[in-house]
Every structure is written in structure tokens, then in C-alpha cells.
């Protein structure tokens, strides 16, 4: 008798796991519900759609080779069977049966011998009035996406609020403001956007880019009310005042849809998301899950953590499909790898953001640096900013995040270092790794083996560094803290700086600073600093060896700092 | 007393090596010396500064902040002492010291407590006659690279010949036919451009695109004799004919400068290169050596070998000046990453290719793919073309190749693969990689995922397929071979191929070939296609599930049978 699998979801662990069960064991006969009508969608498209680059919200349905994936295509494709606009009621462990309900009200009973959830998982709903009104929308459906792109492409928004400096919240954002001209407003509850995810310095970087491309960011802000005239949306309330706006868009994070799963009696977290073995199996080995419902281990924290990524979703639900099917084959762990297009600027990531390993209690730091994608020489080239955070005590390497215009380059370096990670590597495995190299795109040393380097040389306490953020609140007390920049540029890029600020900057190029050592005064807290790091770094060793104190060298340089938006020499 | 050191060769290796020595013990006293005028440049650069997308040699000898590493730099920024026009002619090991000979025929005796040899490489020379003729030229150093751009810049070259396939013949070729418009020639005596780095696929999408850019690949042909009139080059002989050149380029890779090391009794390979510890220390404790003038050990076959590459001159350049100064770091060996530029495309590989990972013993195999680097839904994107290279018995992935005309893309994939490659991964290592994922930059199953995937397939015997090459013979011998082919795509893409070969070319889609069955002959040699590989794939399931026997599926689909330049509905 053939295998009998129910999959419960159709967006995409559902249709990857059916799919490879499928060419794994033909004989199963595989049962795929979903309570929409429109399944087997890359949601992660759903902003490309509203912002046109996608035109049409088929092609997020479509193949690579323009077949859109509805019923009639698995079906003649795939051999399974799907039911949409079915939603499953709950699950019969001890009969290993799954109850659904068709949209006529029409219930069915389908048993199977194994059952995959793949429910993915539901905007986090946020605890205030209005949220009801019209053209207040989440992001959760393609057909949600389908209803606000007709709502813009009307014309008549003009100005759109969006709660939640997420992915999508942001994502969203840059959909609006960048291909529909409306006036766009991010209000996040955290003191910087990408809480979690980015550090501060990072988060300043893609705050400053998106106030540059008209969207305005209002951290540390919290939504209190949604208001509205004849039942439409008109402003939103803060604790710091109000914002009009013609659409709201709540993107304050998603969570599991575990329901059915809890219900059924199967081990769950206590903060939401079924668990799940290394197998993909829940707590009774005949159900697996996989994607947005379920929560997996952090492979650098060791913790059990919550990963909605799309990515995650495919390759687990293929792992699902070979297991199902009889093979047996392990989900390790997730590194949270993660990367987002914001105007012209890309920002990824992988691993722990240095808040986060701090605040996982690791002793961390992180080492800034700034560099060209290609050689420097070569004409076509972005810089990287790219911060990487190590373990002291052990040189180990926790995590890494950059931002780049070129969005490839920077997604190479972030790929890079992830497939690492889950070895442990130390600084010496990143300085160490043989990354390709032609001027056109690449370094002799790599962006990624340069930050390695720099990390070690601040590890062993050869460079003695201040972060790019704790020096701009350094120099806003320059006066109290006896403050003195070393700019061991040529004259030429220190001129502004020193002809605006003669008390508290200071000019040596790097090739001079041992014939001037005596015009650099011994009382005072001296910074060093350069365009990238590089030729402070080199005075600091001078200056140290000359018998200098404590001079500091700015990490990444001015520019680093340049992209946080500070610049001295602008200032009135 | 300060530590002493003396450091020969002042290209990659050398100056990296003493800076890095200077910033770890700033009272080291170092002296670099170098036989030319120009030290300190990037060689991977003269390509494009003979091109003119690099317009003043001095660019290359700048550093990010446009100061020219010269003499004077190195004694003002990095406080060492370079010699140039100084040619090291023998190492006293007994005495500690190096006899060194100015371009005036004065000499000196260097002590040294510590010598680091970083004499680079030469390039091998054709024992054929009319090597000494006017514009006839290798690309050994700046020096013969400005003269080859005077020559081409003079308007005197109408065609130019190159002698060698490797990576720089090929980028000088380009250089020479995109921007100069001069007719090139390149003559490579093995059967495929690049042999030893690409497999015989990456090599023929390879040529096909340089004949499209106006570059003419002459293989299998061996160069007998230049010859010229009035002292210049007039002609290359080869023992298939004659090309008329005004300007020759020698081209057939580098041998490693190890003679002084040699006469000094240090340990060097019996194929040439000086042998090194995992430290970079010589059989003389005392005596270090890296880059192209060493050889080193191949991570991934254990077997020592010769890599003469820009970047790894520079990571063991920072190694040596570590241990110098009295550090100890290690260099582990070499995975062979690389990433050429030729006109539109970008071709990269870690590891071993195919030919390769057979020559060395390996019971090895490997798989083509064809996908775009970002989601098929977002209109920016190109088609990545990759080759996984597989170990049969253990499913070790061994090495990766690819093409793609985004070259950021592609090398983020083959760094991703070389960064792991130390840890010896699998396919399923591979398959869970973590990749970053937004439309705009990638896809939720990524390329290179995919690749393990389809190598799985293959590895278990799911998914039975003939390699695109091997397509191509088996299609010229299609009568003779009862060949029939199944076009799985939709009939608009099959017609073509169907109207010009009724007898071998049948189409039947994908989702129709379950009710078709009894339109396919059981006494035929079945090939499935498709785009890419995955229909066909998924076909190949179907038919072996109704008993078919024998039928494969073409690896890469006409994706990549179109990129060898393939293409039976063209064909007479």
C-alpha cells in the first residue's frame, strides 16, 4: 500500500517538502491543503510586486520557466494533490487523521501515515485601537499584497505610515517611497532600526541612507492609536505625536501559527514555535514541520531560536520530503543569515550582531572596517563597511554584517563567512581564507580577510581602537575630555577639518609623524585617524613605540564615519 | 640589539612581509631589496593598465590613498630601507649575511638574523627560435608591461598573437581585442584554454565567448618558431600553419625563482620552488620564503604543489612577517581559488576541476547546473552556470567551477565553496549552506545549493544524466545511436528543435508526459531535456517509475548545451 502524506501550508515549505517526496518515493499519495487560494508564492517578493519591479503578482507564483504553480500545475506536474481554500480544523494523532473544511463549510476527514505542518506563520498583531479601519494593512498574504497595490496604484495615497523597522516594514517602505512617491514614515519602538539584527553603527548607516531617499525613520517612538474618518485610516498616535497618513502598514514581526499543533498535544515553545528534532520531526514522529510555525537551534548561540526566513523554509522542507519519504537526512541548525536592499545600498549579515552576542553574555567587541570591493585601482568598485564580531577570550568569530552598494559583493563576503560559522572558526580561519582574486573583483586581500586582520591586531591589544559610534559622542565633548585628533591624512582631505576645528585637529601625515612626535602633546586624549584605519593604525605602533600612552585609533576611519552621516568639518 | 632582517624581492610578498614586520616589532631593522627599478605593484593589474581601464602604471603602484609605495614611501610610512636595482647574489647562511650587487657594480655584504626570500617567478621560456625579435614579450614585470603599452598605444600593432591559454594570455587577449581593436590570436597546445584550472565545459563556454569577442582560440596547436624581418615579428609558425604578428606575447606560465635559494643548499621541490613549513620557514630556520618562488601544500589532495597567485603572496606575506618579528602563525595550504575576467564573463573555481580530481585518482564525478543568481521574478538578474565536483564513494565535494556575467556573484559562490572546502564537506555541507536571501540578491534555494542537490540526485542514482559535452557526441552520433530526445518544455521552445528533427527530437511537457507514456519508444536511447535540468529531472522520475529503463536527463538543459554553443535547431 503507498504512503499516505497530508501537508498542511501551502506557501513554501509545503509545496518543497510535497514536491521531493514526491521524486523520492512516486508511489505516495500526497494531500496538500491550504486555506488560500493563491499558494506557492515567494513571499519574500511580496514588496518588489507592490513596488513594480515585479509587475505582476503571477510571477511570484510562476517557475523559472513561467508555469504558475496553482492546483492543476501540481497536480500535472507533481503528481499530488492540493485543496485550496481548505482549512485544516485539527489533527487525529491517535487515528492520523487531519479534519478540513472547505470554503463551502464542506468537512473531510484525510488520514495519512505522515503529516507535515507548514503553516508558516501571522503578522504579530499590536495591542491598539484603529487597527480595523481601512487601508490599514499587513503584509502576511499575496492576497493582502494584491489589495495594497491597488490601494497605491490608485493614486490616492499620499502618505503611508509603516509600524516596524523590520525587513518588511522597511522593505515596504522603499516600495513606496522609491517607486510611488508617497511620503513615507517608519516608526520603531527600539532605538534603532533592525533591532537584533544590525548593531547601532549599521542601523545608523541604513537610517541615514533611507532619510536621504525621503523616508522619514522615527526611532524610539511607540504606537499608541491608529485613527480615522468614515471608517478609513487618517493618522497615526505615538507617545511623540501624530503622523497623517492615507495607509498603515503593521509589520512589528510575525508568529508562529503553532495552533493546530498545540492543539493537537504537540511539543511547542512557551514563546510560540513547534519543536522540532534535527530530523524535522515533532514531538510525534510521524508529523514533521518546518518554516515560519517551527523554532530551531541557533548554531552559534547553542539556543533554540525563531528564524521566519524563506530561505530556511525551502531547504528544510526539502530535508522534510527526503525523510518522509524514507531517507534520513538532518537540519543542523540556522546562522541567521540575512540581507535586505534599501535604495542604493544592500545591508547582511550573519551570525550575532555585537548587541546580541553581549547580550547573549559572550565577552565580545567588534572591529569596523572600510575597503573596495575590487582592487582599488580598478575603476568600477563599491566600498564595504563590514563589522565582524569576535569572542576575546577565545579569537572566536561570532558573527558579521556589512553594507555595500553593490549588493552582490557584499552577499559574497556575508556568504562566506556563514558557511563557516557552524566550524567555529577563529580570526586566523577568516584571515586565512582564500577568497578569488582578479582586479576587476576582488583584492589581493580581501575586504573580509582585512577585517580578520584588524580584529586580531585590536585582540592582542596591538591596535588599540575606538568604535566609530563612541568616538562621534567622544568628539561632542571634546572640550571636557581634552580631546585631540591626530589626521594623518595629506593636508589636503584634513584641510576642512583642522581650518574649522585648529583646537581639536590636528594635521601629520602618516610618512611624517616620527620626525614630529614632539608636536603632539603628552596631556592630551589623542585620536588618530585616517580615511579607512589603515595609516592610523601604523601611527598608533609609532606613537606607542615613542612612548605615547593611550593613543586611540578610530576604527574604519572617516570613512566609516562619513557614512554614519558625522562630519566635523560641516559642523557650525 | 634590534632584530636584523633582510628581505629579497620587492613585488608582492617582500613588501607586505616587512611592513607587517615593522607594525608586530617596530625596532626591527629592515632592508628590502629588489633587482628592478619598480617594486611594490599589483602584477594581477597590468592587464588593465595595458588595457587602459588602470590609465598610469603608477596606479598600480599606489596604495588606496594614492601614495606611490617608492623607496622614499617605504622609508617615511613603514621605516625600512629599500634598495632597488640591487640584485641579491648569494645568501652566506654560516655567516648570517647576503652579497648584494648595485646597478652601479658596487657590493655589499647584508647581515641578517632573519631573511625573507620573496623573489617571485619567471616566465618559462619556448625553446623555439625568434624569441630575442622586437615585440616579442612576456608580462614579468611593470617594466615590460609599460613597454607593451607604449607598443599598442604607438598604433603599430594590427595583430598580435599570444602564446598560452592560461590567465594571462587570456587577459592580456582581451585586453589587446577590446581595447585596442587589434586582431588577437591566442595559441594554447593543450585541447582547451585554461587546462588544469577549468573542466573541458567551462573551457568551451570560454572559447566560444572569446571567438564571439573577436578573439581567435586556436587549441591543440603548438608554436614551432617566431619569425620576423628587420629584427621584428612579423609571424608565428605553428605545426598547423602561420599567423601573421606585429607583437607576441609569451605567455606559458611562471617558473619559481629559486636559484639563490637553491645555491644556498635550502630544500626545494626537484619540479622547482623553494619547499616551506606550514610557518614559511625554509629547511633553514632562519630563512623564510612565500609567495610565487615557494610551492605549498593542496588542502584538498594533500599533495604539494606550485600556485603563483597574487593573493596568496599576500596572505603569506603577513604570515611571514608575524613569525619574524616572533609570532607564530601557520599557512595551511592552498585550495586553488581563482576568478578571471574575459569581456562579459566572469569564470571562477576553487578546488579541483573534473580532469583534475580524475588525474589525481579520485573516483570523482560532477554536475552542471544552470539558475540565476537572483529570484527568477526580479527583473535583474543573470544566469549562474556551476560545476560541482564530487568524490563518488563519499560524497566529499572536491571542487567548484562556474561561469556568470555578473563576476560578484560568481565569486561569491566560489569563495562560499572554498571556504569550506578545508573542513573536507559534503554534499549535504553544502546543501545546507545558509545563504543570504532577498529577490534582489539571491534566491531561496541558492545555485550553489541547488548544485549539491542535483550532485545528490546523481550520487544516489535519482537522477541518471549525461554531462552537456558528452551530449554533444552522443547528438553527432544520433542515428547510429537510436537516439530519440524528449523535449519536457513547453512546445513554443521545443518547436524549433522538433521542426528541424522530427525523427530525434519529440516534445512532450512535463506536466503531460504521466498521460503520454505510450507515445515514448521502450527501444530507443532516451535523452530528457529541458531549460536547465529540472523538468527533464523530474521526467526521468516518471519514466523509470513506469518501468522506462534507461532514459537520462541532460545536465544543465539547453541552458548550458546553448553556452557551449550548441544548438541543434540551428544546424544544417
Same mark, same amino acid.
Given at each position: 500500500?503507498?504512503?499516505?502524506?497530508?501537508?498542511?501550508?501551502?506557501?513554501?515549505?509545503?509545496?518543497?517538502?510535497?514536491?521531493?517526496?514526491?521524486?523520492?518515493?512516486?508511489?505516495?499519495?500526497?494531500?496538500?491543503?491550504?486555506?488560500?487560494?493563491?499558494?506557492?508564492?515567494?513571499?519574500?517578493?511580496?514588496?518588489?510586486?507592490?513596488?513594480?519591479?515585479?509587475?505582476?503578482?503571477?510571477?511570484?507564483?510562476?517557475?523559472?520557466?513561467?508555469?504558475?504553480?496553482?492546483?492543476?500545475?501540481?497536480?500535472?506536474?507533481?503528481?499530488?494533490?492540493?485543496?485550496?481554500?481548505?482549512?485544516?480544523?485539527?489533527?487525529?494523532?491517535?487515528?492520523?487523521?487531519?479534519?478540513?473544511?472547505?470554503?463551502?463549510?464542506?468537512?473531510?476527514?484525510?488520514?495519512?501515515?505522515?503529516?507535515?505542518?507548514?503553516?508558516?506563520?501571522?503578522?504579530?498583531?499590536?495591542?491598539?485601537?484603529?487597527?480595523?479601519?481601512?487601508?490599514?494593512?499587513?503584509?502576511?498574504?499575496?492576497?493582502?499584497?494584491?489589495?495594497?497595490?491597488?490601494?497605491?496604484?490608485?493614486?490616492?495615497?499620499?502618505?503611508?505610515?509603516?509600524?516596524?523597522?523590520?525587513?518588511?516594514?522597511?522593505?515596504?517602505?522603499?516600495?513606496?517611497?522609491?517607486?510611488?512617491?508617497?511620503?513615507?514614515?517608519?516608526?520603531?519602538?527600539?532605538?534603532?532600526?533592525?533591532?537584533?539584527?544590525?548593531?547601532?553603527?549599521?542601523?545608523?548607516?541604513?537610517?541615514?541612507? !533611507? @532619510?536621504? +531617499?525621503?523616508?522619514?525613520?522615527?526611532?524610539?517612538?511607540?504606537?499608541?492609536?491608529? =485613527?480615522?474618518? /468614515? %471608517?478609513? &485610516?487618517?493618522?497615526?498616535?505615538?507617545?511623540?505625536?501624530?503622523?497623517?497618513?492615507?495607509?498603515?502598514?503593521?509589520?512589528?514581526?510575525?508568529?508562529?501559527?503553532?495552533?493546530?499543533?498545540?492543539?493537537?498535544?504537540?511539543?511547542?515553545?512557551?514563546?510560540?514555535?513547534?519543536?522540532?528534532?534535527?530530523?524535522?520531526?515533532?514531538?510525534?514522529?510521524?508529523?514533521?514541520?518546518?518554516?515560519?510555525?517551527?523554532?530551531?537551534?541557533?548554531?552559534?548561540?547553542?539556543?533554540?531560536?525563531?528564524?521566519?526566513?524563506?530561505? !530556511? @523554509?525551502? +531547504?528544510?522542507?526539502?530535508?522534510?520530503?527526503?525523510?518522509?519519504?524514507?531517507?534520513? =537526512?538532518?537540519? /543542523? %541548525?540556522? &546562522?541567521?543569515?540575512?540581507?535586505?536592499?534599501?535604495?542604493?545600498?544592500?545591508?547582511?549579515?550573519?551570525?550575532?550582531?555585537?548587541?546580541?552576542?553581549?547580550?547573549?553574555?559572550?565577552?565580545?567587541?567588534?572591529?569596523?572596517?572600510?575597503?573596495?570591493?575590487?582592487?582599488?585601482?580598478?575603476?568600477?568598485?563599491?566600498?564595504?563597511?563590514?563589522?565582524?564580531?569576535?569572542?576575546?577570550?577565545?579569537?572566536?568569530?561570532?558573527?558579521?554584517?556589512?553594507?555595500?552598494?553593490?549588493?552582490?559583493?557584499?552577499?559574497?563576503?556575508?556568504?562566506?563567512?556563514?558557511?563557516?560559522?557552524?566550524?567555529?572558526?577563529?580570526?586566523?580561519?577568516?584571515?586565512?581564507?582564500?577568497?578569488?582574486?582578479?582586479?576587476?573583483?576582488?583584492?589581493?586581500?580581501?575586504?573580509?580577510?582585512?577585517?580578520?586582520?584588524?580584529?586580531?591586531?585590536?585582540?592582542?591589544?596591538?591596535?588599540?581602537?575606538?568604535?566609530?559610534?563612541?568616538?562621534?559622542?567622544?568628539?561632542?565633548?571634546?572640550?571636557?575630555?581634552?580631546?585631540?585628533?591626530?589626521?594623518?591624512?595629506?593636508?589636503?582631505?584634513?584641510?576642512?577639518?583642522?581650518?574649522?576645528?585648529?583646537?581639536?585637529?590636528?594635521?601629520?601625515?602618516?610618512?611624517?609623524?616620527?620626525?614630529?612626535?614632539?608636536?603632539?602633546?603628552?596631556?592630551?586624549?589623542?585620536?588618530?585617524?585616517?580615511?579607512?584605519?589603515?595609516?592610523?593604525?601604523?601611527?598608533?605602533?609609532?606613537?606607542?613605540?615613542?612612548?605615547?600612552?593611550?593613543?586611540?585609533?578610530?576604527?574604519?576611519?572617516?570613512?566609516?564615519?562619513?557614512?554614519?552621516?558625522?562630519?566635523?568639518?560641516?559642523?557650525?
Amino acid at each position: 500500500m503507498s504512503l499516505k502524506v497530508v501537508v498542511i501550508g501551502g506557501v513554501a515549505l509545503g509545496p518543497k517538502a510535497a514536491c521531493r517526496i514526491k521524486r523520492v518515493a512516486p508511489d505516495a499519495e500526497v494531500t496538500l491543503v491550504d486555506a488560500s487560494k493563491l499558494i506557492s508564492y515567494g513571499g519574500c517578493g511580496i514588496p518588489y510586486y507592490v513596488s513594480g519591479d515585479v509587475s505582476d503578482h503571477q510571477q511570484l507564483q510562476e517557475t523559472s520557466f513561467h508555469m504558475v504553480r496553482d492546483e492543476q500545475f501540481f497536480q500535472d506536474c507533481k503528481d499530488f494533490k492540493v485543496m485550496t481554500e481548505t482549512r485544516a480544523l485539527s489533527i487525529d494523532r491517535k487515528a492520523k487523521t487531519v479534519l478540513v473544511q472547505a470554503k463551502d463549510g464542506t468537512q473531510t476527514t484525510l488520514p495519512y501515515d505522515k503529516l507535515v505542518l507548514g503553516m508558516g506563520s501571522t503578522p504579530r498583531k499590536l495591542p491598539i485601537p484603529g487597527r480595523e479601519l481601512d487601508n490599514v494593512f499587513t503584509v502576511s498574504t499575496l492576497g493582502e499584497a494584491i489589495r495594497i497595490k491597488e490601494k497605491v496604484a490608485s493614486g490616492s495615497v499620499g502618505s503611508a505610515v509603516i509600524v516596524g523597522g523590520g525587513f518588511i516594514g522597511l522593505e515596504m517602505a522603499e516600495s513606496f517611497a522609491d517607486m510611488w512617491g508617497i511620503e513615507t514614515t517608519v516608526i520603531e519602538v527600539a532605538d534603532q532600526i533592525m533591532p537584533g539584527f544590525m548593531s547601532k553603527a549599521m542601523a545608523t548607516i541604513a537610517e541615514k541612507h !533611507l @532619510a536621504e +531617499s525621503d523616508v522619514t525613520v522615527r526611532t524610539s517612538e511607540m504606537v499608541q492609536a491608529i =485613527e480615522g474618518e /468614515d %471608517g478609513k &485610516v487618517t493618522r497615526v498616535v505615538t507617545n511623540k505625536g501624530a503622523i497623517d497618513a492615507d495607509l498603515v502598514i503593521l509589520a512589528v514581526g510575525v508568529i508562529p501559527n503553532d495552533i493546530l499543533a498545540r492543539e493537537a498535544g504537540l511539543s511547542c515553545s512557551e514563546r510560540g514555535g513547534i519543536i522540532v528534532s534535527k530530523t524535522m520531526q515533532t514531538s510525534d514522529p510521524d508529523i514533521y514541520a518546518g518554516g515560519d510555525c517551527v523554532v530551531v537551534e541557533n548554531i552559534v548561540t547553542g539556543k533554540i531560536g525563531y528564524f521566519p526566513l524563506g530561505s !530556511l @523554509a525551502n +531547504s528544510q522542507g526539502r530535508i522534510i520530503g527526503t525523510n518522509v519519504a524514507g531517507g534520513r =537526512e538532518t537540519f /543542523d %541548525g540556522v &546562522v541567521g543569515t540575512y540581507i535586505i536592499k534599501l535604495f542604493d545600498l544592500a545591508f547582511s549579515g550573519t551570525g550575532l550582531s555585537l548587541p546580541v552576542a553581549l547580550r547573549e553574555g559572550f565577552d565580545a567587541f567588534s572591529a569596523h572596517v572600510i575597503m573596495s570591493d575590487h582592487s582599488h585601482f580598478y575603476p568600477k568598485r563599491d566600498m564595504v563597511s563590514l563589522e565582524i564580531v569576535v569572542e576575546r577570550r577565545s579569537g572566536r568569530v561570532l558573527g558579521l554584517q556589512g553594507a555595500c552598494q553593490n549588493g552582490d559583493s557584499l552577499k559574497g563576503r556575508i556568504d562566506t563567512m556563514a558557511a563557516i560559522l557552524k566550524f567555529r572558526p577563529t580570526l586566523r580561519d577568516v584571515s586565512s581564507l582564500e577568497m578569488a582574486y582578479a582586479p576587476p573583483f576582488g583584492s589581493a586581500m580581501d575586504v573580509l580577510n582585512a577585517a580578520a586582520n584588524t580584529a586580531e591586531n585590536m585582540l592582542v591589544g596591538r591596535n588599540v581602537s575606538i568604535q566609530p559610534t563612541e568616538f562621534a559622542k567622544l568628539w561632542e565633548n571634546r572640550a571636557s575630555e581634552n580631546l585631540l585628533c591626530i589626521d594623518t591624512r595629506e593636508w589636503g582631505n584634513a584641510e576642512p577639518f583642522v581650518n574649522k576645528h585648529p583646537d581639536f585637529w590636528k594635521n601629520i601625515p602618516q610618512g611624517q609623524i616620527r620626525g614630529r612626535l614632539d608636536e603632539i602633546p603628552r596631556d592630551k586624549k589623542i585620536v588618530l585617524l585616517c580615511n579607512t584605519g589603515g595609516r592610523s593604525y601604523e601611527s598608533q605602533v609609532i606613537l606607542r613605540h615613542a612612548g605615547f600612552l593611550e593613543p586611540v585609533n578610530l576604527q574604519g576611519g572617516m570613512g566609516f564615519i562619513k557614512q554614519l552621516g558625522f562630519d566635523p568639518s560641516q559642523e557650525e
